[in-house]
């Protein structure tokens, strides 16, 4: 059972990275640093120690391949590292790249991306008897000198790269740890901040909503009992109280269902597509009242999981904006709404005509309170009107 979860995690791994691969490179930075100092050093000593024979080059171009290969996928490209070591045990290269550089990253990357002490030691163990091997089939039995210490320099580095990889994972876990503690603390005020607003519903529904339906049916009594007497006045009580009751009733269920709608939209996987829909349907909107124009989203990666309370206040940012397109744009220009998904933040720029008597600020209440909510949130919400158009800037991160 345990053989197939993993088996199964690494093929989802595989499948995420292929999907993904920039984004991949972006997260891993160091790691990609790595590979190309390794790729370097491995070439220039490749240019020292020309290959004099078919076998030597490929595996040459094996073990750089490998190298290259641990950017996306480092298992992979390790146990690649790892095969041609074990293809030089039994036939050695004559010339060609030096193996040194890549069996360390290997051994480094393995440890580091396991995590544990007896993979650690495993590569030592792998390591040593590869050494051991390759070194008796080019010196036979008996080995000394130059040839012992070169043997025992190579196993060195290797040991230091596992130390290295371990102790760089020890410290990504602990700051994990603190990152999943900080992920809890949010989800319990998220949790608390639901069941406020459960109550708030509740409380709503048991005055207001009560009220309204009493003032209703006392509407419609009177006008059964005595339908002579201030009929329409009484008419017009009934339908804007039952009108009133609908948007009560509207408020409450934002507010019961609101949090666990949202509360899904947290995945850095699901977030592009989640916006895209989201857009679309306010285009599709905005069409339907006769004004024309699209969103258009660009989504260079993120290297973060996105805060559900961000995703939240970026979902009520994209209303709005919509809302007051709605509101004052006018028809005979194009509107634009740009959405750029980049590292850890998200952008949006915002532009339609809007007719001069709406000058100098449609929409200014409802954006101001979004403007200190992403101001407190560590981002940006300006707004401008130039030519006649109306442009609007919003720069938020999503941590």
């Known amino acids: 059972m345990l053989e197939r979860n993993a088996a199964r995690a690494a093929l989802a791994d595989l499948t995420e990275t292929m999907r993904h691969p920039v984004r991949e490179l972006r997260t891993h930075r160091a790691r990609l640093a790595l590979v190309i100092i390794t790729l370097m050093l491995t070439a220039a000593d490749w240019s020292v120690r020309p290959t004099v024979d078919a076998y030597s080059m490929m595996i040459s171009i094996q073990h750089m391949a ?57 590569c030592f163990l792998a390591n040593l008897l590869m050494q051991l091997s390759q070194t008796r089939l080019n010196e036979g039995p008996h080995v000394q000198g130059p040839t012992m210490s070169a043997g025992v320099f190579l196993l060195s580095c290797a040991v230091i790269a596992e130390i290295t ?29 639901t069941l406020s607003l459960l109550e708030y519903a509740s409380q709503l529904h048991d005055s207001v909503a009560g009220s309204l339906a009493s003032i209703s049916l006392t509407a419609q009594q009177h006008i059964s009992e005595h339908p002579d007497v201030d009929a ?4 017009r009580i009934d339908e804007e109280s039952r009108q009133a009751l609908t948007q009560v009733h509207r408020i409450i269920d934002a507010m019961s269902e609101g949090q666990r709608t949202d509360a899904s939209r947290g995945n850095d996987n699901d977030l592009p597509d989640d916006l895209r829909a989201l857009c679309h349907d306010h285009d599709r909107a905005l069409a339907e009242q006769g004004l024309h124009g699209h969103a258009e ?12 309370g961000r995703v939240r206040m970026l ?14 744009a006018v028809g005979d220009t194009d509107y634009q709404l740009s959405v750029t998904l ?24 409802g954006l101001t309170v979004h403007a200190r909510r992403i101001g407190q949130a560590g981002g940006d919400l300006s707004y401008t009107i130039r030519d006649a ?7 938020l991160p999503l941590v």
């Open 66 to 122: 490998s190298i290259a290969l641990i950017c996306l996928l480092p298992r992979l490209g390790a146990c690649g590292i790892l095969a041609v070591e074990i293809a030089c045990c039994f036939v050695d290269t004559s010339g060609g790249a030096s193996r040194l550089w890549g069996t360390c990253l290997a051994s480094g990357i393995i440890v580091y991306v396991e995590g544990t002490i007896a993979m650690a030691v495993a």
């Open 315 to 328: 979902r009520s940012l994209i209303d709005e904006l919509y809302a007051n397109m709605a509101k004052y």
């Open 297 to 308: 989203l660009h989504d260079f990666g993120l290297t973060v999981h996105p805060d559900i």
């Open 165 to 193: 990889g371990y102790g760089l994972r020890q410290r990504n876990d602990m700051a994990q740890h603190k990152d999943s503690a900080y992920r809890r603390s949010i989800q319990q005020q998220e949790d608390s901040h």
């Open 232 to 235: 329409a006045t009484w008419n």
């Open 342 to 365: 980049c590292d850890d933040y998200i952008e949006i720029m915002q532009t339609n005509g809007i007719a001069p008597m709406t000058h100098p600020s449609p929409g200014n209440r």
């Open 389 to 395: 158009q109306w442009i609007c800037f919003v720069h």
